[in-house]
Each structure stands twice: as C-alpha cells, then as structure tokens.
C-alpha cells in the first residue's frame, strides 16, 4: 500500500500545484485586466488629444488664410489711397492753375467766328 499512498501524496501535491497554478493564472488575469483598462484610458486619451490637435491644425489654416487675404486686402486699399492721393493732388493743383487751358493770351488771340 506503499505505492498507493505515494501516488495519493503525488495527487494531493498535484492538487495543490494546480491550486497555485489558478491562483496565478487569476492574478494574471487581474492584471492583464488592469493593463487592458490603462491601455483603453490611454487610447481614449490619445484620440482625443489628435482630434483636438486636427482641430487645432485646421484652425492654424483657418487663420493663415484669413492673415494672407488681410494682408492682400490691405495691399488693395494702400494701394488705392495712393490712387486717390494722387487723383486728389492733380485735382487740387488744376484748380490751383489759374488757367488750366493755357494762357489768357492764347484765348484772346484766337479768332471769333
């Protein structure tokens, strides 16, 4: 019966093998859960920080356009004061020209018909 018992001792350290074995293979489960749960929070995390990035690219662009065309726009109306500048100085010299057609001298010499 020797036998019998040696094998019922191998059973029983089998048996708690098997318990150690679980209780590990829990443990594991426990913590792959908790790194499965950290890994989702971090993706969470990470998409939303790359739509806010997106965002905030697409404002970058937004916002170049918008200096780009004040830009143009400001060139457009420099340039059309200085248009008008300068229509305003000719104006103002014609009327300062005492006879803008010529001298009196000239309209008295011509004939009348």
Excluded: C, W
Aim: charged share 30%; proline share 3%; hydrophobic share 35%.
């Amino acid at each position: 019966m020797s036998e019998f018992q040696s094998l019922l001792d191998n059973i029983d350290s089998f048996k708690g093998l098997l318990v150690k074995h679980e209780e590990v293979i829990h443990q594991k489960k426990v913590v792959l859960q908790e790194k499965k749960k950290i890994a989702a929070d971090m993706q969470a995390e990470i998409d939303e920080l790359t739509k806010e990035f997106d965002g905030m690219a697409h404002r970058k662009e937004e916002l170049e356009k918008t200096i780009e065309e004040a830009e143009k726009a400001y060139s457009r109306i420099t340039q059309s004061t200085q248009t008008l500048q300068a229509v305003i100085q000719q104006e103002f010299h014609r009327f300062q020209d005492p006879n803008p057609l010529g001298s009196s001298s000239k309209l008295a010499a011509s004939p009348k018909s």
